[in-house]
């Protein structure tokens, strides 16, 4: 009995996984990355002002196809 909802539990892990990182582009992932940094960062103003880390990850974000 348990069987069948044993192949269930092991599959769904991964295509859960998968389904997650498919919601986000390269491009939406790059800009999450840059607003996740902005918002840490001491030098970063929340996007009005950038560091040079912050000017990298929006260099590599408007170099990506949308
Ligand atoms: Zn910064």
Known sequence: MGGRSD??????????AAATAAEFTPKQ???????DHSQG???????NRRCAVAQGIWEAWRALPQ
């Open 7 to 16: 192949w269930r539990d092991t599959s769904s892990g991964s295509p859960r």
């Open 29 to 35: 992932a790059k800009f999450r990355e840059y607003m």
């Open 41 to 47: 960062c001491a030098d970063c103003d929340y996007g």
